[in-house]
């Protein structure tokens, strides 16, 4: 597969094909993700953290009113009355069950209503000199890159909820062979490199523009840490000794009783889960999920290293030493193909440790793109030239010290919100999202 360039262009009949897809490829998880349950599953409050699923479903629909009918479209508001009752910034999750939110069957009928106008939309709609919305149809691939991570937030409510199984999917492939063979980490040299893309199509505004970062010279894990290598932590009771736990963190260990990662519990001698309603062995070769970033931090201390900053992360995932410069993914340039990683919940779990050898960095690296997000050890800040666009509470409002930046993408991650530039964040209590974390040292004293 050729990347976006090769395949695309310029040619205006190509760029809609692929919005249409991927706006396509979209409602196909969306409806899966909403019709696997029972209406009355839709409406409930599974988690004070999470919106019911019948809000996701709608704000879905909203949004794309929102930036494609009436942003792109020009067109009259269909449902102005539903502005506020979906606007994230009005209402907090645990509040949004005791909306008047609309029923199950009428959210699906505005959601196809919606979606049937925006084709249409879209068949009409410039694909250059319209405007920064319409450039390369971007404002198409944000609405889709929009409903995939909402398809991500319903795919958490998932493993929230109790009572029958409700979603399956194949497991991924074992380990290659490789796998317990390679190195522990990996030397990342010194020296500069180019962060965030001014090119990339539909690149969000956290994301803009390219910069040039210089990065003294760190080792970096080759693979993510394992639940087996965090079951030693443990053990140990790095639940149990304050030094290793940043101040807010240890409070957390002691007001919540923290003791394992979330939806761990032992049972005898062994250590089980809940996964999507499945309780099961917890799989030592698997990475670390349902970890918060303060759990991770703490595992780092405790094993003598420290999390990678994200300019780290990134530099690791996207140079080339070989021509200095800085790919669009791990492997390269090409879009993510199943051989390059574990993404678009093809599986509900993630993959062993040491998958995915065709995906890995120049460095070999492996698992940057895929399986768990991974916690950084920096905030959420803007890049340099930061401009919001095309609304500030994407990203703007969200950048401080309060929030810790994620890269990389899960296995509920879709291609389409998946590159190496992609920043994720979140505040560094959370542990229901499908997050774990590799680990770093310097390679010289600082």
Same mark, same amino acid.
């Given at each position: $597969?050729?990347?976006?360039?090769?395949?695309?262009?310029?040619?205006?009949?190509?760029?809609?094909?692929?919005?249409?897809?991927?706006?396509?490829?979209?409602?196909?998880?969306?409806?899966?993700?909403?019709?696997?349950?029972?209406?009355?599953?839709?409406?409930?409050?599974?988690?004070?953290? $999470?919106?019911?699923?019948?809000?996701?479903?709608?704000?879905?629909?909203?949004?794309?009113?929102?930036?494609?009918?009436?942003?792109?479209?020009?067109?009259?508001?269909?449902?102005?009355?539903?502005?506020?009752?979906?606007?994230?910034?009005?209402?907090?999750?645990?509040?949004?069950?005791?909306?008047?939110?609309?029923?199950?069957?009428?959210?699906?009928?505005?959601?196809?209503?919606?979606?049937?106008?925006?084709?249409?939309?879209?068949?009409?709609?410039?694909?250059?000199?319209?405007?920064?919305?319409?450039?390369?149809?971007?404002?198409?691939?944000?609405?889709?890159?929009?409903?995939?991570?909402?398809?991500?937030? $319903?795919?958490?409510?998932?493993?929230?909820?109790?009572?029958?199984?409700?979603?399956?999917?194949?497991?991924?492939?074992?380990?290659?062979?490789?796998?317990?063979?390679?190195?522990?980490?990996?030397?990342?040299?010194?020296?500069?490199?180019? $962060?965030?893309?001014?090119?990339?199509?539909?690149?969000?505004?956290?994301?803009?523009?390219?910069?040039?970062?210089?990065?003294?010279?760190?080792?970096?894990?080759?693979?993510?840490?394992?639940?087996?290598?965090?079951?030693?932590?443990?053990?140990?009771?790095?639940?149990?000794?304050?030094?290793?736990?940043?101040?807010?963190?240890?409070?957390?260990?002691?007001?919540?009783?923290?003791?394992?990662?979330?939806?761990?519990?032992?049972?005898?001698?062994?250590?089980?889960?809940?996964?999507?309603?499945?309780?099961?062995?917890?799989?030592?070769?698997?990475?670390?999920?349902?970890?918060?970033?303060?759990?991770?931090?703490?595992?780092?201390?405790?094993?003598?290293?420290?999390?990678?900053?994200?300019?780290?992360?990134?530099?690791?995932?996207?140079?080339?030493?070989?021509?200095?410069?800085?790919?669009?993914?791990?492997?390269?340039?090409?879009?993510?193909?199943?051989?390059?990683?574990?993404?678009?919940?093809?599986?509900?779990?993630?993959?062993?440790?040491?998958?995915?050898?065709?995906?890995?960095?120049?460095?070999?690296?492996?698992?940057?793109?895929?399986?768990?997000?991974?916690?950084?050890?920096?905030?959420?800040?803007?890049?340099?030239?930061?401009?919001?666009?095309?609304?500030?509470?994407?990203?703007?409002?969200?950048?401080?010290?309060?929030?810790?930046?994620?890269?990389?993408?899960?296995?509920?991650?879709?291609?389409?919100?998946?590159?190496?530039?992609?920043?994720?964040?979140?505040?560094?209590?959370?542990?229901?999202?499908?997050?774990?974390?590799?680990?770093?040292?310097?390679?010289?004293?600082?």
């Amino acid at each position: $597969m050729t990347g976006w360039a090769e395949e695309y262009g310029t040619d205006p009949g190509a760029l809609r094909r692929r919005a249409a897809e991927a706006l396509l490829a979209a409602r196909e998880r969306t409806a899966a993700l909403t019709g696997c349950v029972p209406d009355a599953e839709l409406t409930a409050q599974h988690s004070p953290l $999470m919106s019911p699923l019948v809000w996701d479903l709608a704000h879905i629909g909203n949004q794309e009113e929102l930036w494609l009918w009436r942003a792109v479209g020009g067109r009259a508001a269909l449902r102005p009355e539903l502005d506020t009752l979906y606007d994230a910034f009005e209402h907090p999750r645990a509040a949004r069950r005791a909306l008047p939110l609309l029923p199950p069957e009428q959210a699906r009928g505005y959601v196809a209503d919606v979606r049937g106008r925006v084709l249409d939309v879209l068949e009409s709609a410039p694909v250059e000199g319209g405007g920064p919305l319409l450039a390369a149809s971007f404002a198409f691939g944000m609405v889709a890159q929009h409903e995939q991570q909402h398809d991500e937030t $319903m795919l958490i409510t998932h493993q929230l909820r109790t009572g029958p199984v409700a979603l399956t999917a194949p497991d991924p492939p074992p380990a290659p062979p490789d796998a317990a063979a390679l190195p522990r980490e990996v030397l990342v040299e010194g020296g500069p490199f180019t $962060m965030g893309t001014s090119t990339e199509p539909w690149a969000l505004d956290n994301e803009r523009p390219a910069h040039v970062r210089d990065v003294p010279a760190f080792f970096l894990d080759t693979l993510p840490v394992s639940n087996r290598a965090y079951r030693h932590f443990v053990e140990d009771g790095g639940y149990d000794e304050p030094r290793w736990w940043h101040p807010a963190g240890w409070e957390q260990v002691r007001r919540h009783g923290l003791t394992a990662p979330l939806f761990w519990r032992r049972e005898g001698t062994q250590w089980v889960r809940r996964r999507f309603g499945v309780v099961e062995p917890v799989p030592p070769d698997e990475p670390v999920l349902h970890v918060s970033w303060y759990e991770a931090a703490a595992y780092a201390a405790w094993a003598g290293r420290r999390l990678p900053t994200e300019a780290e992360w990134e530099k690791a995932a996207r140079h080339d030493p070989a021509s200095g410069r800085s790919r669009r993914h791990p492997w390269g340039d090409e879009d993510p193909a199943p051989h390059h990683a574990n993404l678009g919940q093809r599986h509900l779990r993630p993959a062993p440790v040491g998958s995915y050898p065709r995906g890995a960095s120049p460095l070999g690296v492996r698992q940057l793109a895929g399986d768990v997000w991974e916690w950084t050890a920096s905030d959420f800040l803007p890049y340099p030239g930061f401009r919001a666009f095309p609304y500030r509470e994407y990203s703007e409002v969200f950048f401080g010290t309060s929030y810790k930046v994620l890269r990389g993408g899960s296995f509920g991650v879709d291609p389409v919100a998946c590159r190496g530039t992609f920043r994720n964040w979140d505040l560094p209590v959370r542990r229901q999202i499908f997050a774990g974390f590799r680990t770093a040292r310097d390679a010289e004293p600082r």
